[in-house]
């Protein structure tokens, strides 16, 4: 994919948030911390990988979608919890985001364009076309039903002269800006006024149409010089 990524990152909530995690899935996180593993493997399959991108050293996984639900929730706070975070933290936790996310179907999705990096010296070529960022078009259909188009919203838009500026935000650091979702919430703007460099990434919320566990899913992105469509399974929960 030279010149340019495309980074998804996309959160849909289920309607099945109860009172508290579920019990599996936290256990599940608390074996990936005692396993000595990072907390973004806690995603398990609600993580969907759809591209990397060579970044003049090795290839790395920038386009992904991310489903926020109860299932990945409980094992990020299982993870927590394993960590030493206190109990009434992670039960504050639980509450504050399933409150905001009970009864809701959003995505978020994260689009880049990046420039090719040099294998030899590490300069970053100007080749990535972010305008094709400035026109783009999300639809989504389970299991060879029909597309449905996604109303959304940018909620972050980020232009810098290099990709390492514009990548540095993890999604669960731009969720916590947003909503309460249980991290570290970046320090950057998320909205710039000023913005510039051939590197660019925006980010969206996104209302998704309720979608049965385990189903399978098409998701197309258009945008103004390409369209792809992504395959994947729905999270069992």
Not at 98 to 107: F, I, N, P, R, V
Not at 108 to 118: A, H, P, W, Y
Not at 134 to 163: A, C, E, H, M, Y
Request: hydrophobic share 40%.
């Amino acid at each position: 994919m030279p010149g340019m990524t495309l980074t998804l990152c996309f959160a849909a909530a289920f309607s099945g948030f109860g009172t508290a995690p579920i019990p599996t899935e936290f256990a599940e996180g608390q074996k990936v911390f005692h396993r000595k593993k990072g907390i973004d493997r806690t995603t398990g399959d609600a993580g969907v990988k759809v591209g990397e991108w060579f970044d003049g050293d090795r290839k790395q996984v920038v386009e992904e979608a991310i489903f926020l639900t109860p299932g990945l929730l409980s094992r990020w706070l299982g993870y927590q919890a394993a960590s030493g975070t206190a109990d009434e933290e992670i039960q504050n936790s639980w509450k504050a985001c399933t409150d905001q996310l009970q009864d809701k179907s959003l995505a978020f999705i994260r689009l880049s364009r990046l420039g090719t990096v040099d294998p030899v010296d590490g300069n970053v070529e100007d080749t990535a076309n972010i305008e094709a960022l400035n026109t783009v078009r999300f639809d989504i259909r389970q299991d060879g039903k029909s597309w449905q188009k996604l109303d959304f919203k940018v909620v972050q838009d980020v232009q810098d002269r290099w990709p390492t500026d514009v990548l540095k935000d993890s999604w669960d650091q731009v969720m916590a800006k947003l909503m309460a979702w249980p991290s570290t919430p970046t320090n950057n703007e998320l909205v710039s006024q000023i913005r510039w460099g051939r590197n660019r990434r925006i980010s969206v919320l996104a209302e998704v149409p309720a979608i049965s566990a385990n189903a399978k899913c098409e998701l197309r992105i258009t945008e103004s010089d390409r369209t792809r469509t992504i395959k994947f399974r729905y999270p069992k929960s």
